[in-house]
């Protein structure tokens, strides 16, 4: 069965400067969210979309921007990169209506250095 | 605050006992999801529970969703030196559209052969 895809797997970027992650949902499905998990730390919810609209937020910072396209992929931009940005960012997807059920991308690993 | 108190936080065992990890909250939620993660990997899901009491069972794997929705336990039997990884509880207040996930601190197992 199809999973999520994020590309690229890993990126290393140096501070200040701009980095771009690619998530494809799961075929059908309506919702992306996008997920930054620090070394040891537990996923923390930065932003979702529904339907190519925003639909809630957390805790992205100013410094990050997303969007969801027409063909319902989605990309998170990430400008003035800062040392503590470097971490493990997954993209997930869901369907509405069946049990909100969310599946998680493999991650793309960002290092900042 | 940790709005999703899962316990233990690292446990490690002998292969064939059998352990429980708790997930609990004073929020009630409308789905509770729990996933494995490899290091360096996008969570896995195991399984979703939506209904006050639900009870699934995964092979040597059962998760309890409480009656009042707000806590859910994962029970190994037996377990084996393949059940090492961790293991992170997320609940769901929303609909999937806005349904941010909320995590537990993951609870790291060690099974030793």
């Known amino acids: 069965a199809a999973g999520v895809i994020q590309s690229p797997r890993h990126l290393i970027k140096e501070k200040r400067e701009t980095a771009t992650l690619k998530c494809y949902p799961i075929?059908?499905?309506?919702?992306v969210y996008w997920y930054q998990q620090g070394p040891g730390q537990d996923p923390q919810f930065l932003i979702s979309?529904?339907?190519?609209?925003?639909?809630d937020k957390g805790s992205i910072p100013d410094r990050f921007s997303a969007q969801q396209f027409s063909d319902y992929h989605s990309e998170l931009n990430m400008s003035s990169l800062e040392l503590g940005d470097s971490a493990l960012y997954f993209c997930?997807?869901?369907?509405?209506?069946?049990?909100?059920?969310?599946?998680f991308g493999e991650g793309s690993w960002l290092t900042v250095v | 605050t940790q709005l999703l108190e899962q316990s233990p936080q690292f446990l490690s065992i002998q292969e064939g006992e059998n352990l429980t990890v708790y997930c609990n909250s004073s929020?009630?939620?409308?789905?509770l999801q729990w996933y494995r993660q490899e290091p360096g990997e996008g969570p896995v899901l195991l399984v979703t529970?939506?209904?006050?009491?639900e009870v699934k069972k995964l092979k040597r794997l059962t998760f309890q969703f409480g009656d009042a929705r707000k806590d859910s336990s994962l029970h190994i039997t037996a377990a084996q030196p393949g059940d090492t990884g961790l293991y992170l509880c997320?609940?769901?207040?929303?609909?999937?559209?806005?349904?941010?996930?909320?995590f537990g601190q993951g609870t790291t197992l060690q099974v030793k052969p």
């Open positions: 075929p059908r499905h309506d919702t």
């Open positions: 529970v939506v209904t006050g009491g």
């Open positions: 997930a997807s869901s369907m509405t209506g069946a049990g909100n059920t969310i599946y």
């Open positions: 997320a609940g769901s207040h929303g609909s999937s559209n806005t349904g941010k996930l909320i």
């Open positions: 979309f529904y339907e190519k609209m925003q639909s």
């Open positions: 929020s009630v939620f409308s789905s």
